[in-house]
């Protein structure tokens, strides 16, 4: 076994087991409250591990492929864009008291004014 091979493993450990060994001492109840979970939250909470998960790997690969500054440059752009675009349209099918929704704040006027050619 090579060195990158040993230390890659050992990540994976230290990720997987020790953060479970660490909740089971911190909190005598830890696995009640994992048994009496219910089975939408455990595969939700699996869903959100494996978009994570997901989202770290292009990252890396986009970063490996692209360079440092176009991969992050690319990467804060598409965040800036689905971070404003869809909370308002959440709220647009989820109505709440105070959050503007797509159909009547500013999103699209910003988004197409910063898409123009000047």
Not at 8 to 14: A, S
Not at 19 to 35: A, Q
Not at 37 to 47: A, P, R, Y
Not at 97 to 111: L, M
């Amino acid at each position: 076994m090579e060195l990158g091979e040993f230390l890659g493993y050992w990540r994976n450990h230290f990720l997987v087991v020790c953060t479970n060994h660490r909740s089971l001492l911190n909190d005598p109840g830890f696995l009640d409250i994992i048994r009496s979970s219910s089975s939408l939250i455990i595969g939700s909470t699996f869903i959100m591990g494996l978009l994570w998960g997901i989202g770290g790997l292009t990252y890396g690969l986009g970063v490996r492929y692209l360079g440092v500054s176009l991969a992050s440059s690319i990467i804060l752009g598409l965040c800036s864009i689905f971070g404003a675009i869809i909370p308002s349209v959440y709220y647009y099918f989820n109505p709440k008291q105070g959050k503007d929704t797509i159909s009547d704040s500013f999103i699209p006027h910003g988004a197409g004014l910063c898409g123009l050619d000047y």
